[in-house]
Each structure stands twice: as structure tokens, then as C-alpha cells.
């Protein structure tokens, strides 16, 4: 079985903090995905990563960068977290043009 | 750039009847195209996906259908069931890494 595993499942940070969010796949992949997902408005792409050290900005990279220093690793930061960034952020890792596997979520709520 | 509209947004159906969900694309390059459902607090998930090469794809109660000429794309459950009730998204490829995500099907099955 894939496995994709996001760090934390609940995140409760403070305005300005800075944020990582952390996702692992066992499963060789070269795709990463960071997704949020908001109620009515589907996933949105943040940012994705077609291999170690590249990245691509998706639709909504404004207030974010990431980090993927190992194949299986692509981080997520909010570099100053504001209090629109609380959703449900989304992991997920593919093949080239295959299915993606999503990690749990992490629920981050900015106060 | 490729754009993918999926409809529609809430679908309410009687146990036992179809539901059938549709999504239209834009770019003619997509070859392939997956439905994932994703259930109340969990993540998205793979039920069924087609590529350009095939019309139509079954697993069960569960059925896709592909029209390359017209750009649009169908989910089919049969016979649904309390279990179907979720939410459902359709995607299309753009290129290599990329998905490009509807915006999301809430289906609901009346008892």
C-alpha cells in the first residue's frame, strides 16, 4: 500500500508564526503535490514538484514556499501565518500521468 | 490554460436510483482522467479513472464514460447506496505532473 503521511492532523498556530508542514511518501514517486481545500471551493494547487529540488507554483503560492530536499519529503511553509491560510492543507504523490495518493490532512487553524 | 468543469454541485438522489455526474475540459492534449470520492472527514480517494484510448470503463456499479470529440467526461453509479453518499471530483491532465481538478460533486442518497 502507498503511504502518504502528513506530519500533523491538527495545527493550531498564531499569526505570524512561521509554519512547516511536512509530508512523506514511501512510494518512490516523482510527483508532490500541496493542496488546500476549502468548503465550496474544491483543491486548490499550491505549489507541486516534479522532482528533488524543483517546484512549480500551482493556482494559490501567494503566503507560501516549500522544500523538497529528498525525493520522499516536500515540505510546505507559511512563512507568516495569517489567519486566511486556516484550512484543510492536502498532501498528495503520484506516478507520471497516474493516480495521486493523498496523505490524511492537516486541519491548521491560524488564531 | 486547461480548465475542467464538473456539475453538478449537489446532487440529491433516492436509494436504488443512478446518479450521474459530468465534467467537461478544455484541452485537447488530457489523456487521462480519474474520479476521486471523498468521504465526510477522510481523504480523497481513487475509484475509477479512464484514459483517452478507451470510451468507457467499468468497476461494478460504477461506470465512466469518455467523449474526446465533445471534451467531456461522465460518472455513472448504479443502484446507489447509503455508502455512495460523498463528495466526488473529477480531474484531467495537463501535462506530466499536473492535475486539473473540478470543483467538487456533493452527492446525497435519500433513504
Known amino acids: 500500500d502507498v503511504k502518504v503521511t502528513q506530519s500533523s492532523r491538527y495545527l493550531v498556530k498564531r499569526t505570524g508564526e512561521k509554519v512547516f508542514l511536512e509530508c512523506v511518501q514511501d512510494?518512490?514517486?516523482?510527483?508532490m503535490f500541496w493542496y488546500r481545500q476549502d468548503p465550496g471551493l474544491g483543491l486548490r494547487l499550491i505549489y507541486f514538484s516534479y522532482d528533488v529540488k524543483m517546484k512549480e507554483k500551482g493556482d494559490i503560492p501567494e503566503g507560501y514556499s516549500v522544500s523538497r530536499e529528498k525525493k520522499e519529503r516536500f515540505s510546505l511553509i507559511l512563512e507568516s501565518a495569517s489567519t486566511n491560510q486556516t484550512s484543510m492543507y492536502l498532501c498528495?504523490?503520484?506516478?507520471?500521468?497516474?493516480?495521486?495518493?493523498f496523505g490524511q490532512g492537516t486541519r491548521l487553524t491560524v488564531v | 490554460g486547461e480548465n475542467v468543469e464538473q456539475h453538478p454541485s449537489t446532487l440529491s438522489v433516492q436509494e436504488g436510483d443512478s446518479a450521474v455526474i459530468k465534467c467537461t475540459y478544455s484541452?485537447?492534449?488530457?489523456?487521462?482522467f480519474p474520479w476521486y470520492k471523498q468521504e465526510l472527514g477522510k481523504r480523497p480517494q481513487l475509484i475509477i479513472d479512464?484514459?483517452?484510448n478507451v470510451g468507457e470503463k467499468k468497476d461494478q456499479r460504477i461506470a465512466v464514460t469518455l467523449n474526446k470529440t465533445a471534451k467531456h467526461f461522465s460518472l455513472h453509479i448504479t443502484e446507489t447506496q447509503p455508502e455512495d453518499s460523498a463528495v466526488y471530483f473529477c480531474a484531467a491532465t495537463v501535462s506530466n505532473y499536473q492535475l486539473i481538478w473540478g470543483a467538487g460533486t456533493k452527492l446525497i442518497i435519500k433513504p
Open positions: 512510494m518512490d514517486h516523482e510527483n
Open positions: 479512464i484514459r483517452s
Open positions: 498528495a504523490s503520484s506516478l507520471i500521468r497516474a493516480e495521486a495518493f
Open positions: 484541452d485537447s492534449a488530457s489523456n487521462y
